[in-house]
């Protein structure tokens, strides 16, 4: 099972980027997923979850500006990022809950967010 984030890219402040994460392989069924995001110099952190149920948590940083949602019929989940600022510069990464037999985590490869001022 692996996860590929991809649409990352240069945005100016105040704008919108929308990347999404892709789970292939088979076997498996989602729990929950997510995106963390980290900066040069500082700790990865939770930006967003969202379970299969659809209940969604979001840092209080994104809250109001990030929307993230999910097909896990697809198997996809997305982050819409609008009104982006500087500060949300970073990697982002999404994170997979998985169950099969057994439940275990994956992670994605990140894409970079660049939001210049």
């Known amino acids: 099972v692996q996860l590929q984030a991809s649409g990352g890219g240069l945005v100016q402040a105040g704008g919108s980027l929308r990347p999404s994460c892709v789970v292939s392989?088979?076997?498996?069924?989602?729990?929950?997923m997510a995106w963390y995001r980290q900066s040069p110099g500082k700790q990865r952190e939770l930006v967003a979850t969202?379970?299969?149920?659809?209940?969604?948590n979001y840092a209080d940083s994104v809250k109001g500006r990030f929307t993230i949602s999910r097909d896990f019929n697809k198997n996809t989940m997305w982050l819409q990022m609008n009104s982006l600022k500087p500060e949300d510069t970073a990697v982002y990464y999404c994170y997979a809950e998985l169950s099969e037999l057994r439940k275990y985590d994956r992670w994605g490869q990140g894409t970079q967010v660049t939001v210049s001022s």
């Open positions: 392989g088979s076997g498996f069924s989602i729990n929950s």
């Open positions: 969202i379970t299969y149920v659809g209940s969604t």
